[in-house]
């Protein structure tokens, strides 16, 4: 049972430069949510979708954008990278109250 | 405005020793859910245990306990009996509905042998 899987692990962007980051979960779960975390200020919520088609902006949207085009993918996309835009991100999937479960997580870097 | 405070960045606590790690919260919600996750070197966020609010009764998972205290919004970890592998950073969290948890800044622990 995998779980969250994120995808890449690492990745060192130039400024200016266009990614997405992949979230797959294999639990069913509704409920899907993109974080960032950064030193000293816990994790904070980029943007996150209650079910298949929808999305919604959570604490630190600007700059991200996501799409939820099936059930087990939540996929964050950085338009135009920034330095700023340096972190760890997170995506994690639950059931209301159940507890979230998160991916490993992906180390961006942006130069 | 919801927020999770955790107030005290680092913590160390000897090998089989009992260690506690505070938490408090500020909600306006009446029904939530409180949560520690540990996140240890290798950055896999991992829960550690939950609490559901309208539960008097503090829960327990193996050697993790909490001090669940509603009226003073406070929900602190305790660790006994730590092990090297608790070596990590904790943080506490409680969710009001799907679409909002929220985070505490954590406290790194550190299991001295």
């Known amino acids: 049972n995998a779980g969250v899987t994120q995808t890449p692990k690492f990745r060192v962007l130039k400024t200016g430069q266009s990614m997405t980051l992949l979230c797959a979960q294999d639990m069913n779960h509704e409920y899907m949510y993109w974080y960032r975390q950064d030193p000293g200020m816990g994790l904070r919520l980029i943007h996150y979708?209650?079910?298949?088609?929808?999305?919604a902006k959570g604490e630190v949207p600007d700059g991200y954008n996501v799409s939820r085009l099936k059930k087990q993918n939540f996929l964050l996309g950085l338009e135009s990278a920034a330095p700023s835009q340096t972190s760890v991100y997170f995506c994690?999937?639950?059931?209301?109250?159940?507890?979230?479960?998160f991916g490993s997580g992906t180390r961006l870097t942006v130069v | 405005a919801q927020t999770v405070t955790q107030s005290q960045p680092e913590m160390s606590v000897q090998e089989a020793e009992t260690v506690t790690l505070s938490c408090t919260y500020d909600t306006s919600e009446n029904n939530y859910y409180l949560f520690w996750y540990k996140q240890p070197p290798s950055r896999q966020m991992i829960l550690v245990i939950r609490q559901e609010a309208y539960k008097q009764q503090n829960a327990t998972e193996n050697r993790f306990s909490v001090n669940f205290q509603k009226a003073a919004k406070s929900f602190s970890l305790k660790i006994s009996d730590s092990q090297l592998g608790d070596t990590a950073m904790y943080f506490c969290a409680f969710e009001t509905g799907a679409n909002n948890l929220f985070f505490g800044t954590g406290t790194r622990l550190t299991v001295i042998p």
């Open positions: 994690a999937s639950t059931a209301p109250f159940a507890g979230y479960t």
């Open positions: 979708s209650v079910g298949e088609g929808t999305t």
